[in-house]
């Protein structure tokens, strides 16, 4: 009768018996010791313990032996993905998604495998959009996430194996990346000089526009956290702002929606000179309340707030006295007039780049801006700690000159 192997068996102190054996888990070792059988009884035999390492020997082969995987194009995980795992996401994410995807993506990879692609592929792809087709360097940013989005939902759904997925998305020295920057590209910070600023605040004064004006440039909103503040949202007494929702445009209709991340949820304190501007515009309202009473209530307009309830748009800050309510659009027109009259570039998120440099000058802690401006990593709000105003320059002059 041949010997039975008893390698990894041995006796207990108390004369029972046990055995050990060693498995792999997840890329490490992981020593197993059992001394009792399913049922909870010792081993009282030599043999007993070696038949049952053979078992549970045999359990551990078979649940590693890796499951058959279907092969999916990019096209079919992004399907599965719109059907079963972008719930929940924000309505511009979906719309930014749709948009890369059908003008962009499906006709150049939607029929390849997705376990198929490599790192130089997606480099390449991003490379030739950034360099040869002149994309802005953001806008290929979100090419670089819809890969990693294909590629995650595979490696989720047991379309791609561990190490496909390592080298495409989780090893440094190989995994897919941004093109290097042109030196003269630009995403940098972009402010407004003290000069720029006194155009635009006299620019600004007196026009429909004021009040959008004034919140990007004394409290650093974003354009949809503006347009979608709410009266009831502003503390004149403490000198507080609450942003807990944002205009968008969803199918044509204009909505109040949380924002975008858990981090715009804050609350952002006023200065001076921002309280008092609304303070006077907050006693103007109650006055415009009777003195165009007929022509607001003609002129007001029902939106749906984020719980899915209908509010009228003078309940918003960015509405005008007879009633019009003001959107994101409202800026479109201020802007090439800008553009014409100072030949300045303006965009309205300029605003929240000047207010977020001038506090970092004053040397605001970087914690307290991060949590002001809304952020979702301290390193974004450390970059108006690097840009460098024109402000900045001429203290760097004057403190050289001293040397």
């Not at 990894?8 to 020593?31: M, P, S």
């Not at 962009?104 to 390449?124: C, I, M, Q, W, Y």
Request: net charge positive.
């Amino acid at each position: 009768m041949a010997k039975m192997d008893d390698t990894g068996v041995y006796q207990l102190k108390g004369g029972n018996w046990a055995y050990r054996y060693t498995i792999t888990e997840n890329g490490r070792k992981k020593d197993v010791r059992k001394a009792k059988d399913d049922n909870g009884n010792p081993f009282n035999t030599k043999r007993e313990a070696i038949k049952a390492r053979q078992i549970a020997l045999g359990r551990e082969q078979e649940g590693n032996k890796p499951k058959p995987r279907q092969r999916k194009t990019i096209a079919e995980v992004y399907a599965e993905y719109c059907e079963k795992g972008r719930e929940g996401r924000a309505y511009t994410t979906i719309r930014k998604q749709e948009s890369l995807w059908k003008n962009h993506l499906a006709s150049r990879f939607g029929k390849k495998f997705v376990d198929e692609l490599t790192p130089a592929d997606v480099n390449d792809y991003l490379a030739e959009l950034y360099y040869k087709k002149k994309l802005s360097y953001r806008y290929v940013e979100a090419f670089l996430k819809m890969f990693y989005l294909f590629f995650g939902q595979a490696y989720s759904r047991n379309y791609m194996d561990v190490d496909t997925y390592n080298k495409l998305c989780v090893n440094k020295s190989t995994k897919i990346t941004m093109p290097k920057l042109k030196a003269d590209d630009d995403t940098d910070i972009i402010a407004f000089s003290q000069e720029e600023l006194l155009l635009l605040d006299n620019y600004f004064k007196g026009t429909n526009a004021e009040t959008a004006y004034m919140l990007g440039r004394y409290c650093g909103l974003r354009i949809n956290e503006c347009f979608g503040l709410k009266w009831s949202n502003v503390d004149l007494e403490k000198g507080t702002i609450t942003i807990d929702r944002q205009m968008q445009y969803q199918g044509g209709l204009i909505k109040l929606v949380p924002p975008k991340t858990k981090n715009a949820n804050r609350t952002i304190y006023m200065c001076a000179t921002l309280r008092s501007y609304l303070l006077e515009l907050y006693q103007k309202r109650q006055e415009d309340e009777v003195r165009f009473a007929a022509l607001r209530e003609q002129k007001r307009r029902l939106i749906e707030d984020m719980d899915g309830s209908k509010i009228y748009s003078t309940e918003l800050v960015n509405c005008l006295p007879n009633g019009t309510i003001q959107t994101v659009n409202s800026f479109k027109h201020p802007s090439r007039e800008i553009k014409k009259r100072f030949k300045m570039e303006f965009k309205y998120h300029y605003l929240r780049h000047t207010y977020g440099t001038m506090m970092a000058e004053m040397n605001t802690p970087t914690h307290l801006l991060c949590n002001q401006m809304g952020h979702g990593k301290i390193q974004v709000t450390q970059q108006y700690y690097i840009a460098v105003s024109k402000s900045g320059i001429d203290i760097l002059q004057k403190n050289l000159d001293r040397l």
